[in-house]
């Protein structure tokens, strides 16, 4: 089957590689309708995280079960999927708890790769929801944003506390920055102020509920979102990038007592205690628990109540993976869908 491979630094290529199998009984295969490049695969792509020889890359998928393995009883070949980028049991005690991106039998579907024709899921009953029919083909996009943007999204404005009566600032204009702009709307937050300095990301975040736009960031963020809050903070902060800077714009803009969801993928964020002592608000975060979100997502973009495909802004084949690294690598894309 094809697969984009990364080889080195900038340089991903669409090539031949084997075809997966089924290995343990708890399995399936599908094939891909369609997959995406991330935020995360610029880490690897760009040499901030270091790669070990070619690497298959890509961890979101939606598609239809071609076989499944001995004991999986949820899903069966034909049915279309959605699933997390963590494959997770769904039985453990962290996952009957509500985390199932830390089960204590996780696979990062990162490992595995899904910028390919055909991949192998793991844990297929904890890991994949069947859609309740195939979906229009329209729909296909939001249904793929569901496997982690709009997952990821969503677990930071939960975590944040997003809801009626709260203020939430959010911290990033990539495609989950934005989508929990829309998370923050659908739990009912009363105010949402996105902080983008790109005009089209202001506009689909105007679109996805924002009601109020910072395009200053660190210490000027933190100052305008003290400003719009009555000199306060939000409630609620969802940081959505990973960076030292980002994190501590997202710990400066919540009040005492509010709440950081915090869902960027961390890069060498080191926070000073005597800041975390003082900010005294509550701190959660991580790689998102999607599949936990993933029944009432799907069914919300089943019923076309939220449309978070619209994250998508650049649309190729599967054979064009280069140019869609390249395109989200230099922002001029927010998001990249590839068509299996
Ligand atoms: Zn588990």
Partial sequence: ????????????????????????????????????VCGSDLWPYRGVESVDGPVPMGHEYVGVVEEVGDQVRTVKPGHFVVGSFVASDGTCEICRAGYPSSCVHRVFMSQIGTQSERARIPWADGTLVATPDLPDLDLVPSLLAASDVLGTGWFGAVAAEAGPGRTVAVVGDGAVGLLAVLAAGRLGAERIIAMSRHEARQKLAADFGATDIVTERGDEGVARIKEL???????????????????????????????????????DVAL??????????????????????????????????????????????????????????????????LSV
């Fill in 1 to 36: 089957m094809r697969a984009a491979v990364l080889h080195a630094p900038g340089e991903v290529r669409v090539e031949e590689i084997d075809d997966p199998e089924i290995i343990e009984p708890t399995d399936a295969v599908i094939r891909l309708t369609a997959t995406c």
């Fill in 272 to 337: 000073s205690g005597e800041d975390l002592f003082f900010s005294q608000v509550h701190l959660h975060g991580g790689p998102a628990p999607v599949r936990r979100f993933l029944p009432e997502l799907i069914d919300l973009i089943w019923q076309r109540k939220i449309d978070p495909g619209r994250v998508f802004d650049l649309s190729l084949p599967l054979d064009q993976a280069a140019e869609a690294y390249r395109a989200m690598d230099e922002r001029r894309a927010v998001k990249a869908l």
């Fill in 229 to 267: 809050t009555g000199g306060l903070g939000a409630h609620s902060v969802v940081e959505a990038v990973g960076t030292q800077e980002s994190m501590q714009q997202a710990i400066g803009s919540a009040r005492a007592g509010g709440h950081v969801g915090f869902v960027g993928v961390s890069h």
